[in-house]
């Protein structure tokens, strides 16, 4: 089924901040859609088979929700189902399923199929979370071109939310 609203995330978070400068004054509400994921979210039954979450998951939803049958009190509970849930399981003993055996002996190049920018290292935070709420992962190279290191979105989060909140945008430099 799917939901109006969607799961707000770290994401959806940056992504607004990169257009509010104000943004720690308004309101929660105001975050949900700031990304394409979050526009919508996906919530399942606890008895739906996996199978739909991986159809949805493979269309770009990276979490869903699932929710069991209400309790005595009338609460619905929610757990929440990420991609890296299903492939734990699915990994969990791979020799019960012999074609995800010989599917996991592929060459990663076989299901690598989306390519990334980079930034340097004298790159403008702020533009760097940008590229990041569209890639998640952006490598960062020297001026020789070399990757120096890899900038993922929750890094790049912890290291700037005091710096987002005061308005500056240092550039990323190595530790």
Known sequence: MILSTGIVSVLDMLAYSLEHEDFLTHELSDVIGSTKESQ??????TNQPLYFALEQFVQGVHHSLVQDSQDQEGILPLKYLAQTDIL?????????LPHLKM???????????KAVGSVSLTTPLKEAIAQLVEHSALPVINDAGEIMV??????????????????STP???PT
């Open 103 to 113: 599917l996991m002996e592929q060459p990663v190049e076989t299901v690598a199929s």
């Open 40 to 45: 919508t979210f996906w919530c399942e039954d």
């Open 150 to 167: 890899m900038c993922v979105l929750i890094a790049c989060l912890t290291l700037s939310v005091s710096v987002l909140c005061d308005g």
């Open 88 to 96: 734990r399981f699915l990994l969990s003993d791979p020799t019960s």
């Open 171 to 173: 550039s990323i430099s």
